[in-house]
Nanobody, 121 residues
Framework: QVQLVESGGDWVQPGGSLRLSCVAT????????MAWHRQAPGKPRELVAD???????KYVESVKGRFTISRDDTKNTLYLQMDNLKPEDTAVYYC???????????????WGQGTQVTVSS
């Protein structure tokens, strides 16, 4: 059994910063790609940023220069540093990981339960 748990979501004023974390626990053999997605009310879910196993990163255009995705494989943890937050960043943020469990030989995608980020004055 694998579980992803996000934390760090909060209310913040425009221009503020937050750091999201996502910890994976369970029978994990190895983790490959990791990513952050978000879904705002009434909008489709979108990929915000992703990071490969060798550290290559990609960002959606709207967050480039403001958000930084990183990972700590020793802790099975994914991070999203969000700076200069804007009201349009308000959404539920979800982490995803592509990983192989000890008990299986194939990779699977796992999702966290989401953490709310609200940016308003």
């Amino acid at each position: 059994q694998v579980q992803l748990v996000e934390s760090g979501g909060d209310w913040v004023q425009p221009g503020g910063s937050l750091r999201l974390s996502c910890v994976a626990t369970g029978d994990i053999w190895g983790i490959f790609g990791m990513a952050w997605h978000r879904q705002a009310p009434g909008k489709p879910r979108e990929l915000v940023a992703d990071i490969t196993g060798d550290g290559r990163t990609k960002y959606v255009e709207s967050v480039k220069g403001r958000f930084t995705i990183s990972r700590d494989d020793t802790k099975n943890t994914l991070y999203l540093q969000m700076d200069n937050l804007k009201p349009e960043d308000t959404a539920v943020y979800y982490c995803t990981m592509t990983l192989v469990q000890i008990t299986t030989t194939t990779s699977s995608d796992f999702w966290g339960q989401g953490t709310q980020v609200t940016v308003s004055s």
